[in-house]
């Protein structure tokens, strides 16, 4: 088994660490802490949009919807395929690495594009390579991502807490 996205590029997961022998998606208590932050995280982001888009337009209903998701839950940036490159330059040609794994990340990204950065035109569209993709798990023939809210609601406080997940932005 390799890594996979889930949803959106960007966040890479073991496939054995977040999929059953079934290919479903484990329930959160079955997954190692650091994926289930992200799955959790993913629940409330997909369908989101750009934040680059947001940025830069006045009217949401003209932000294209994120493909792709860079940095730390709860301060990850979401990125649609025509601002990922932006991400990339701002990252790699920048300076934007000093930021990995930080709180900072992405709002310091945006900073940069409220300022009016953006990748030079040269620059390039990112290639994405996918490998076997019929390999991989069908996450929606599997069910789709399970519904945090209800897999929460059966929880009880204590089961919740011991799964030290930031849950702040769900109903539950």
């Known amino acids: 088994m390799g890594k996979v996205s889930i949803g959106l ?16 998606i484990k329930p959160l208590a079955e997954m190692p802490p650091a ?3 992200r ?6 982001i997909l369908g989101n949009a750009c934040d680059v888009c ?22 990850e940036v979401l ?12 990252f790699r040609e920048l300076g934007g690495e000093e930021y990995a794994g930080s709180a900072a990340l992405a709002d310091t990204f945006l900073e940069w594009i409220a300022d009016g950065g953006c990748a030079p035109e040269d620059y390039g569209e990112i290639e994405h390579v996918d490998t076997e993709p ?13 519904s945090l809210e209800a897999e929460l609601e059966e929880m ?6 011991a799964l030290d997940v930031d849950v702040g932005d769900l109903d539950t």
């Not at 019929?134 to 399970?146: C, M, N, Q, V």
């Open 9 to 24: 590029r960007g966040w890479r997961f073991d496939e054995e660490e977040v999929f059953d022998a079934n290919g479903a």
């Open 35 to 37: 994926p289930r932050r």
């Open 79 to 90: 990125l649609c395929a025509e601002h990922e490159s932006d991400f990339f330059y701002w």
């Open 156 to 161: 009880d406080e204590g089961e919740r807490e």
């Open 39 to 44: 799955v959790s995280r993913l629940t409330a």
């Open 54 to 75: 947001m940025v830069l337009e006045d009217d949401e209903r003209h932000c294209n919807v994120a493909s792709a998701v860079y940095g730390e839950p709860m301060h």
């Open 134 to 146: 019929d390999a991989l798990p069908d996450a929606a023939a599997a069910g789709g991502i399970p």
